[in-house]
């Protein structure tokens, strides 16, 4: 399964960090522990938000639920966003409508 993370709004910040993770079940998730898969972008990393960083999960069976977080150590203000895409449609994104520097989100594996 691949996936996507990337940023926007943070050119004045160019030093901030996202990160993200995949785990087995949501409390892991939500403490911001990824048992299966973790990675981190920095915003100069995306050249300007143009570009997204791939990350692989391998061996997964089809079918099966995962727990899927994205964060910051700040939480995103005004236009900034973090986002993480896979399977094509899925995504979650962190922003200033969040309620925490963490959002999470159940995964199925397609």
């Known amino acids: 399964m691949s996936l996507q ?7 004045a910040e160019p030093a901030t960090a996202a990160r ?5 079940t949501q409390e892991d998730a939500q403490k911001g522990r990824g048992t299966l898969l ?3 972008i920095n915003y100069a990393d995306t050249k300007g938000g143009k570009e997204t960083k791939p990350f692989s999960l ?6 099966t639920k995962r ?7 700040h939480k995103p203000t005004g236009n900034q966003t973090i ?9 979650l994104t962190l922003n200033a409508s969040s309620a925490d ?7 199925l594996v397609q």
Do not use: C, R
């Open 83 to 91: 986002t993480l895409s896979w399977n094509i449609s899925d995504m």
């Open 101 to 107: 520097t963490i959002v999470v989100k159940e995964l």
């Open 20 to 24: 993200f993770g995949i785990a087995a």
């Open 67 to 73: 727990w899927v977080y994205i964060s910051s150590a």
């Open 5 to 11: 993370l990337g940023m926007n709004g943070y050119s």
């Open 38 to 40: 973790t990675g981190k």
């Open 58 to 63: 391998a061996d997964q069976p089809k079918g």
